[in-house]
C-alpha cells in the first residue's frame, strides 16, 4: 500500500433486477483508499458466507472504472459509460462469458466530501443468456481515530 493510503469502512449495495425477482446483497468491510495522479483506488476483502475469501480492487479513472476481484471467484469487469465490455468470470463452478454494457457512473471522492460514492448502473449478460439490471453502490469513508 502507498504511504498515502487511509483506512476506510466501506459498504458495498449490489442489486440485481432480473424480471420479476429482485436481489439485493449487502457487505460492510474495512478497506484502504489511495490516489495516484488521476487513477483513485479502493481495496477491501470480501467474505462471502459461502466461501473463500475476495480481494477486491476497485480503480477509478476519469475514463473507465474498473473491478478486479481475486480468489474465490477471479474477474476483471471494465465499466465505461456507452461501451459494451467483455471478460471472463472464473468461479468454483467454472467460467463464465459477461458482457457489461454501462449505462451511467457516478463517482465523488474523499476529497470532495466526507464520504466516497461511486454508483454504477449497467446491464450484464452471463454466457450470452441471461440479461440482468444491475445497480452498484459503493461508499467510503475514512475511520474516525475516536
Known sequence: MPSNAKDVQVQLVTEIQDGDRKETMKIHEPGQFFKRGDTQVLTFIEHPEDGEPVNTMVTIKPEHVSIKRSGGVEMRQVFQTSTETENLYHHTYGDFHMKTSTDKVEFR?????????????????LNHEVTQAHRLTLTFEEESDS
Open 109 to 125: 471522492s474523499l476529497e470532495e466530501s466526507t464520504q466516497g460514492r461511486l454508483y454504477l448502473s449497467y446491464t450484464m449478460t
